[in-house]
């Protein structure tokens, strides 16, 4: 297993806030320690997104405690732009290609007790890293995003992909017993330790799909969050529908095929309600208080 630098948490108000308000129950998978402050890392692939970084980076909440960048070898200054914008970002070069590929090297770069995936090219929104990480806190493995339950959304949908979604959902409830709502979306969070049992191959969007089996079948705590996807800001987006749903549906039927895959039950998901004051209790909170770091 690889070894991690340790990193000082920023921040410790937010947790204590966070701690306040998620109480960790006697259902809970994982234990944590009283007083146990995680550190917190965002992974984001980016591939010639220097127009979009602006419209992300700066938005990322200071108590994250470290940003690493996965540069797909862009041309258009995209690791410039964000040395620019996030001087403390690490910038790490992709191995290989596609989005599988370039989230594994940031998987791997990545020093924090809990692991955020977030695109770079604007949907998502970085203010929704606190709920991803309150889910974990309270007891949650895997905090999976999802449009499609109260609270989420998306403006980036056309209906052919929606479609294409749909079917994929219904054939992994089907075919490994899992309560998915969203299937083919990117943001995610994570126990960095939970890693290893996940065996993550899939140079492609396809590992989105095979993460979300894998994590049911590892017998994690998988939660969805509600989440809301916006549009890119700029430029065209990398997903197309026919190749890349095709690599989907074979990902699919690969992990079906997978002997220790079918002979095992997934646990039932857990849903996250939307809290209407949550954003904005936390916003308040960073502006009103100073930063504690050592």
Known sequence: MRQRTSLTPRASFFWAFIFDRWKLNKHQTRALPPGYVPTVTAVIPALNEAENLPHVLPLIPDWV???????GHSVDGTAEVAQQ??????????????????????????RGDIIVMLDADGSNDPAEIAAFVSTLLAGADFAKG??????????????????????????????????????????NAFWADTLPKLHLNGDGFEI??????????????????????????????????????????????REWLRPSVR????????????????????????????????
């Open 85 to 110: 914008l996030h001087p403390d970002i690490r910038i790490v070069q992709q191995e290989g290609r596609g989005k599988g590929a370039a989230l594994r090297s940031g998987f791997a770069a990545a």
């Open 208 to 253: 989105e799909t095979i993460m979300n089996i894998r994590a049911l079948q590892a017998k994690l705590k998988v939660v969805e969050v509600p989440s809301f996807e916006d549009r890119r800001r700029y430029g065209e987006g990398r997903l197309k529908a026919v190749p890349d749903g095709w690599r989907v549906l074979k990902a699919i039927f």
């Open 146 to 187: 999802s449009r499609f339950i109260q609270g989420g959304g998306t403006a980036d949908m056309p209906f052919y992909r929606r479609l294409g979604n749909w079917c994929f959902v219904v054939m992994v409830r089907w075919l490994f017993g899992s309560s998915y709502s969203d299937l083919c979306y990117g943001y």
């Open 65 to 71: 405690d470290e940003v690493v960048l996965v540069d």
């Open 263 to 294: 002979t095992k039950q997934a646990p039932a998901l857990t849903l996250v309600q939307p809290r209407s004051t949550g954003n904005e209790e936390q916003a308040a909170l960073l502006r009103n208080t100073k930063v504690e770091t050592s």
